[in-house]
């Protein structure tokens, strides 16, 4: 055998063997909680309680409840990071428009116990949803739970949806961030979301910046053009960007969807 032989063997095992750890760990590229446990709702937000959520396959999950006067209820499925307490801001910002809102944790974030795979995110939302009894509700999903938002509203349809910068699916956005890697291949958990929105049976809201480098703009428009949805696009936001947490335009279109659905036809 050749050196140049030898070589290309020896660079080839690594290669497979690479593949082989990115396809056993994954989930760790994909999951990025915040576990530690959340503080008591009621220090973080005035008013507002703890909720345990029960789980169809028997988890235990903590959660948080902001109370409102409107009819509208708000559940907000967060991203893949964080965990609800990183989530407060936008919750008082809804809050302040009177809209109670539904802070949940995914499994294995902020103290849940559990580890988070597509699934187990469905049935936690699913748990979120039974817990709630406001006569309307609006599912707010952002980035990777706007996947899990919009499952949930296919199976549990609500009475609107807002996806903050969704993508068309996670193998779009894990080859926008990783695009050295055959991510379609390999990725297990897949959050589609383009194939499906057409089907849900409520008003969608799509929001994005357009200064997104995670999730970028074009998979956010494909989203809505698939949903034929309303778009707020907010200028010059980046994913993480506190324009897209709890800005004016963020927040505006939740709450402007809120009054076209409890406005009298």
């Not at 080839?12 to 082989?20: E, H, K, R, Y």
């Not at 708000?74 to 428009?97: K, Q, Y």
């Not at 944790?105 to 709630?132: C, Q, V, W």
């Not at 390999?186 to 849900?200: C, E, H, Y």
């Amino acid at each position: 055998m050749t050196t140049l032989a030898r070589t290309a063997l020896v660079v080839a095992a690594v290669l497979i063997l690479l593949l082989g750890l990115l396809w056993v760990f994954q989930r760790r590229l994909i999951y990025l909680p915040d576990s530690d446990p959340a503080p008591p709702a009621a220090s973080v937000l005035p008013g507002a309680r703890d909720l345990t959520l029960t789980t169809r396959d028997g988890l235990r999950l903590a959660a948080w409840y902001v109370p409102g006067h409107h009819d509208v209820t708000v559940l907000v499925t967060g991203g893949n990071a964080g965990n609800r307490l990183h989530r407060a801001p936008l919750a008082r910002a809804l809050a302040a428009h009177g809209l109670p809102v539904l802070l949940m944790d995914y499994r294995g974030y902020g103290g849940n116990p559990g580890n988070p795979t597509e699934e187990g995110l469905h049935l936690d939302a699913l748990a979120a949803r039974d817990a709630i009894r406001s006569p309307h509700v609006i599912y707010f999903g952002e980035s990777l739970g706007a996947a899990v938002a919009t499952r949930l509203a296919l199976e549990r349809p609500p009475d609107g949806l807002v996806l903050r910068s969704p993508f068309t699916d996670l193998a779009a956005a894990g080859q926008v961030n990783y695009p050295f890697l055959p991510v379609r291949a390999l990725l297990r958990d897949r959050f589609p979301v383009a194939d499906g929105i057409a089907s849900v049976r409520a008003p969608v809201v799509v929001v994005y910046g357009t200064g997104d480098t995670i999730v970028p703009p074009h998979l956010s428009r494909a989203v809505a053009g698939a949903a034929r949805a309303t778009t707020v696009e907010v200028a010059g936001a980046g994913h993480n960007d506190l324009a897209l947490l709890n800005g004016r335009e963020l927040v505006g279109a939740v709450v402007d969807l809120a009054e076209r659905i409890t406005r009298p036809s």
